[in-house]
């Protein structure tokens, strides 16, 4: 009994409350249905660099621009978003400085004694530093669901990370195959935006005559079949992200109407009248290069600047080759999905040669579909060679010929994973061997990670 009695005494003080949530590694932000911010840690003061004094009794979407949970948040007038006990998710925020900060949220919703619902509270742990420091261990593995660790994807990852707290147009540019609407989707779920719509379209899949409809919507009667008023992808994108891939496609009378929306944020539908306006942040993207369109005339200057304010070029699959046992491990994870209760795979040493040595036209989905064709093929619990598809060996680009090789043996493999703590990379380093090297001989003795571990 005595030890309840001091439990309540402690919680019965509002200083002693606060005392005790001030000393939390989280940021907390709790307010009330109206949005006025009714507490605020020194932690929450440390991430974002704004002030307890500056926020106490303020409205949420006052101190940050677009709120603090920008389209998750579920007290705004226009928002869908439903009321969830608890939501966690990536957040990408501003500080009062207009730094970019990476944080994980929590929000949960708070009941009173009568289970009505009277606010939120929200816990947030800036991630920003540990993704440094995992950038710096080469510790990468993949980043809002994108797999890699080759240096040049790690520069994606950090492009990602830095214009998801903006709203500044981006252009991605890539080959096909290269995951650019993967792109386009982490940039959205890690901004803001990211609890709003993620809008698709590829400008080179629909006819001409049927484009600006699908972009900017219609009203009935504006041509024949038009039977009833439609909304366009940018006014479903609306609060979200409109992500309009193979932009160059895209005829230039439509680049005309893109650009006055660009430039005004309103449009009118096809045979409309009225004025729309939308809140929408708008990606690109194209496998063409967008600077030789302009100067064959294909493209607008104009709207190439307008499109261009970011650009994140996404490597191919041949520049990033120490990707390729990663992505391979990953579609092979996907297999008991495919084939029931399938046990599961590996590639085997030969096989990954040549996965390592083809020069992927079709880049990470060719990569993907090859595996999934062995994956089929193969009727053991390895794939070898012959369970690849043809092309692969027809097709092999000649190893460019280096020094010698260090060879590698199971203790000091063992030792070496050891010594830097599981880290791979920096294992490779300490063996004095290629990433991609050390990724072989762990797949043909997979029994030296058992060891280590």
């Known amino acids: 009994m005595e ?28 307010h009330d249905l109206d949005r006025t911010i009714f507490f605020f840690n020194k932690k929450a003061e440390e991430i974002t660099g704004y002030q307890r004094k500056e926020v106490i009794g303020k409205d949420c979407h006052e101190v940050f621009d677009g709120g603090f949970c920008g389209s998750r948040c579920s007290f705004c007038e226009s928002s869908e978003a439903p009321f969830l006990d608890t939501a966690e998710y990536p957040l990408t925020i501003l500080t009062r400085n ?57 520069d994606v990852f950090r492009q990602i990370r830095d214009v998801s707290g903006y709203d500044y147009p981006v252009h991605i540019f890539g080959e096909t195959g290269t995951g650019k609407e993967l792109v386009a989707n982490a940039i959205h779920n890690e901004s803001l935006r990211g609890g709003g719509p993620f809008v698709p379209i590829n400008c080179g899949a629909l006819p001409e005559g049927l484009i600006e409809s699908e972009l900017f919507g219609h009203v009935k009667g504006a041509f024949s079949g038009a039977i009833r008023d439609k909304k366009g992808r940018f006014e479903l994108a609306h609060k979200g992200t409109i992500f309009l891939d193979e932009v160059a496609d895209l005829p230039k009378s439509l680049q005309v109407k893109l650009l006055r929306f660009l430039q005004e944020g309103n449009f009118v ?14 990606v690109s993207a194209t496998n063409k290069d967008l ?18 304010v970011i650009p994140i070029h996404i490597p191919p699959i041949r520049e990033r080759r120490a990707d390729i046992p990663l992505l391979a491990d990953f579609f092979l994870s996907k297999a ?28 990470v989905r060719e990569l993907q579909n090859a595996i999934q064709f062995a994956i089929v093929r193969c009727q053991g619990k390895i794939i070898h060679p012959d369970d690849l598809p043809i092309e692969l060996k027809r097709l092999v680009v000649p190893k460019a010929k280096r020094g010698p090789v260090r060879k590698l043996d199971p203790e000091k493999v063992v030792a070496a994973l050891a010594k830097t703590g599981g880290n791979k990379a920096r294992a490779a380093k300490v063996l004095g061997v290629g990433r991609a090297t050390l990724y072989r001989f762990l797949a043909d003795y997979p029994g030296a990670l058992q060891l280590h571990r």
């Open 336 to 363: 008991p999905a495919i084939a029931g209760q399938r046990p599961s795979l590996r590639v085997s040493r030969e096989a990954l040669n040549l996965l390592m040595d083809y020069s992927w036209p079709g880049n």
């Open 98 to 154: 207009g730094e970019p900060r990476r944080v994980e949220m929590t929000a949960t919703m708070m009941w009173n004694a009568e289970h009505d619902h009277f606010g939120v509270l929200a816990t947030f742990r800036d991630m920003t530093d540990l993704f440094e420091l995992r950038v710096k261990a080469r510790d990468m593995t993949g980043f809002s669901n994108i797999i890699g660790c080759d240096s040049k994807m790690v």
């Open 269 to 282: 539908k096809v045979g409309g009248e009225k004025t729309v306006s939308v809140d929408v942040r708008v």
């Open 3 to 30: 030890q309840r009695s001091n439990f309540d005494h402690i919680f019965s003080s509002r200083d002693n409350i606060e005392r005790i949530l001030d000393d939390l590694k989280d940021g907390i932000i709790a």
């Open 291 to 308: 600077k030789k369109e302009v100067k064959k005339g294909n493209f607008r200057e104009d709207l190439f600047y307008r499109l261009n």
